[in-house]
């Protein structure tokens, strides 16, 4: 299959989707990247507990069956998460799995037990050098990434490059890509009214001299504490870095496969103008739109950015989710920033 060719199954009113879905992976060849007896991860976001907006369970347990009829080994995986909530270590991972729908098939921790199953892989790129990426996904086979297409405060929205960026390297190596962003403190506008310092959950901010202060060098810029301040005092800056910072890392995910074993499938569906980490529901940005499938990451994302309001997106958030594609382009992975779109 081509690179830049990317397979889409609409949305449609009264339809069987889940037939559909089934449909469309074999149109686009999908299962091409599973051999009788591959170790197959699918790189999936389980959702957050308390946020309805994931993929739906029953399009990966159709997926993973259809894997099996092909003799492969499937297993969901993803890896724990840096701020400490519901995915936070394998277990409690795991845990939020089950009780979201996906506790029909095995699940790991692709990054072990409490994060520090990685391998490091070195980029070439002065940006980030070193990626580390999670255990399981470097070991595997083959991997098909189940991407759910949403909006993202600080990159904009995300989709396949995000769901491997970020959500396919260490603890470590996610703190490298917000680090990428930039933070400003006007101070001569803060209160003191420590509206930030309660927002937080790391505890970051405070308030020394009747201003705030925010220079831990754990701290991964999100927006929280810069949301909640009521004078504007917190400034994201660059947000665009943290799009080259997922390019960089996507790749290095992807470079420990060999060619032919990566599928992708993207769910522009119930799209939210925040990512899925948090354990609440976002604003609806547009209508749902369908799936897309096909073999490269640069070209499932420039086809799933073009079918929303990538504009009002970027807009909302002050950045340019496209520096992803164009970014991943440049670094010579193969793709088309402008795919062919087949509907099936």
């Known amino acids: ?19 559909r879905f089934e449909k469309l992976v074999k149109k686009a060849h999908l299962l091409d990247v ?11 976001h389980v959702g957050e507990l308390g946020n309805p907006n994931y993929i739906r369970p029953f399009f990966v347990k159709r997926l993973m069956e259809m894997i099996v009829d092909k003799g492969g080994k499937p297993f969901i995986t993803d890896t724990t998460t840096y701020y400490r909530e519901r995915r936070w270590n394998g277990y409690d991972h795991e845990d939020t799995a089950i009780a979201n729908g996906f506790g029909f098939g095995r699940f790991m921790s692709a990054d072990g037990l409490k994060g520090g199953y990685v391998f490091p892989v070195q980029t070439g790129d002065p940006l980030i050098p070193e990626i580390e990426v999670a255990g399981a996904l470097y070991e595997a086979d083959a991997m098909i990434v189940v991407s759910h297409v949403k909006g993202h405060p600080l990159a904009g929205a995300g989709g396949a490059i995000k ?27 803060c209160q003191a009214c420590e509206s930030c310092v309660k927002a937080c959950r790391f505890g970051f901010p405070r308030i020394e001299d009747g201003h705030v202060v925010i220079d831990d060098p754990n701290c991964m810029r999100c927006p929280i504490c810069s949301s909640a301040c009521p004078e504007g005092v917190i400034i994201l800056e660059n947000k665009e870095r943290l799009c080259k910072g997922l390019a960089i890392a996507a790749k290095a995910v992807l470079s420990t496969f060999k060619a032919g074993k990566v599928g992708f499938v993207n769910f522009v569906v119930t799209v939210s103008s925040l990512c899925d980490c948090g354990p609440m529901q976002a604003e609806m940005i547009g209508p749902d739109v369908g799936i897309f499938a096909g073999v490269s990451a640069l070209s499932i994302d420039a086809a799933s950015f073009e079918s929303i309001d990538t504009a009002r997106l970027n807009e909302m958030h002050q950045t340019d989710c496209w520096e992803q594609v164009r970014y991943l382009a440049s670094l010579g992975y193969p793709g088309s920033k402008s795919p062919i779109i087949k509907e099936v």
């Open 163 to 189: 769901n491997l960026g970020m959500g396919g390297v260490s603890k470590k190596s996610k703190l490298a890509q917000h680090r990428l962003v930039d933070m400003r403190l006007e101070i001569e506008k």
């Open 34 to 44: 599973v051999d009788r007896g591959d170790l197959v991860a699918i790189k999936l």
């Open 1 to 19: 299959m081509s690179e830049e060719r990317v397979f889409f199954a609409k949305w449609r009113p009264y339809a069987n989707m889940l037939t």
